[in-house]
């Protein structure tokens, strides 16, 4: 049973950074591709960013060109480095596969507020 721990969010002010991070149990992380996804209170989960276990990365419109993704597979680790947030990135953020396969982890709060 793969387990996926998110950390790394907060409250961060319009225009800040935060950086995520996933720990995935099992080897299996090293050959399924990744992604972030979030859920805004009152909406759906949205996928944000994806990232295949040779690198290759993909965005949603709304977070490209701010957010990056990546990945150590040696760490069974992925990250989400977010910039210039703005308060509609405020959302909990998960991370599974893509898509997802495994059961959902708790997530992390993200809060972007003044």
């Known amino acids: 049973q793969v387990q996926l721990v998110e950390s790394g969010g907060g409250l961060v002010q319009p225009g800040g950074s935060l950086r995520l991070s996933c720990a995935a149990s099992g080897s299996i992380f090293s050959i399924d591709p990744m992604a972030w996804y979030r859920q805004a209170p009152g909406k759906l989960r949205e996928l944000v960013a994806t990232?295949?276990?040779?690198?290759?990365?993909n965005y949603a419109d709304s977070v490209r060109g701010r957010f990056t993704i990546s990945r150590d597979n040696a760490k069974n680790t992925v990250y989400l480095q977010m910039n210039s947030l703005k308060p509609e990135d405020t959302a909990v953020y998960y991370c599974?596969?893509?898509?997802?396969?495994?059961?959902w982890g708790q997530g992390t709060q993200v809060t972007v507020s003044s």
């Open positions: 990232i295949t276990p040779g690198g290759r990365t």
């Open positions: 599974n596969t893509s898509p997802a396969g495994f059961t």
